[in-house]
């Protein structure tokens, strides 16, 4: 294996252990066991924000005016489908429990889809329809610099100042208040995406002084700061840890993979499991509480795992498709 390939496996580690934790965050974010776990509550946006931010990373890594268009193309398999597949499948799992109309339907597979969780993806993909351009920002410092700073204008607007005013939008009000947010932590990875280095990696002093701003800017989002600064440390913190962790760590855990290959499938499905779950508690009246709640989470993950693994053996094809083709070897 040669150094840059080993540098580059080693970076994919990490930002897939990255989202791995972030997955398991947004799990607990939407079950009842938030209620008792107020750090959730409190960094729930940075953790939103760190899917956003590795996506765009990854994908303006390297880009060129070459290979946008492709890895544009890519995306309508990797993301787009998805999107309305598992998006099918709820609204399938869901019909019993709702009398659909054109109305509906149409909403369930746009502005408040019928898979919660999937709203990502389809943001995702509508942030990076005007890649082509933004690649072309990217070139020069002084324009991917302004290009952070409108997209930081844009998240401070429509998310912190002027919620209220697009609230009151009909239909995809909600949806442009999400879309405003998560502008400014997709721009900044594509900016730091574009030109990042292999070479460049975390090495044992910015790892200290990085665990120590982390641990500052938590401390300040736990303590009642402006709504704009707060934002504002969301948006950063996912570099900021970032920099907390040195590549080296990740050199021999290879095992990591076999946790952090259903990151894809455990988000999408996720929803559905806790609604299970969280049903048959309710009927069997197990209670309520923070060892009910916490049992009901763990169980979900390990539901998603068995049933991600399960598909991966008898029906590896229909789970590459609802992965976007993310299944590794």
């Not at 946006?45 to 760190?50: G, K, Q």
Request: charged share 15%; net charge positive.
């Amino acid at each position: 294996m040669t150094k840059e390939k080993g540098s580059f496996e080693n970076i994919s580690r990490k930002f897939s252990f990255f989202l791995f934790v972030s997955v398991w965050m947004v799990v607990i974010y939407h079950s009842n066991f938030r209620y008792y776990c107020n750090f959730i509550d409190v960094v729930g946006p940075a953790v939103i924000s760190s899917f956003f931010y590795v996506s765009s990373f990854f994908f303006y890594r390297g880009i060129t005016a070459e290979n946008v268009l492709p890895r544009l193309k890519k995306r309508l398999q990797t993301v787009l489908l998805p999107y309305f597949l598992w998006n099918l499948i709820y609204m399938l799992l869901y019909c019993k429990e709702y009398e659909y109309t054109v109305a509906s339907v149409i909403r369930g597979f746009t502005v408040n889809p019928f898979c919660t969780p999937s709203w990502y993806l389809l943001t995702l993909f509508l942030y990076l329809l005007p890649a082509p351009l933004i690649r072309k920002a990217l070139v020069k410092r002084w324009s991917a610099l302004l290009l952070l700073m409108i997209g930081g204008l844009i998240s401070f607007l429509g998310y912190i100042y002027f919620q209220k005013e697009l609230a009151l939008i009909p239909v995809v009000g909600g949806y442009l208040i999400r879309m405003a947010g998560y502008v400014g932590p997709f721009l900044l990875g594509a900016v730091i995406g574009s030109r990042y280095d292999d070479k460049l990696h975390v090495n044992w002093k910015r790892s200290l002084v990085a665990i120590l701003a982390a641990g500052v800017m938590i401390y300040l989002i736990f303590h009642g700061i402006p709504a704009g600064v707060k934002y504002l440390f969301n948006v950063l913190l996912p570099v900021v840890l970032w920099e907390a962790v040195p590549e080296s760590l990740f050199a021999r855990l290879h095992f990591l993979k076999w946790f952090t290959d259903p990151i894809l499938f455990i988000n999408m499905s996720h929803w559905y499991v806790l609604f299970v779950l969280q049903s048959l508690a309710m009927k069997l009246d197990l209670g309520a509480g923070f060892v009910i709640f916490g049992c009901i989470v763990v169980a979900a993950f390990i539901c998603c795992y068995a049933l991600y693994y399960l598909m991966r053996w008898i029906l590896p094809g229909v789970l590459g498709v609802l992965t976007g083709g993310r299944i590794k070897k």
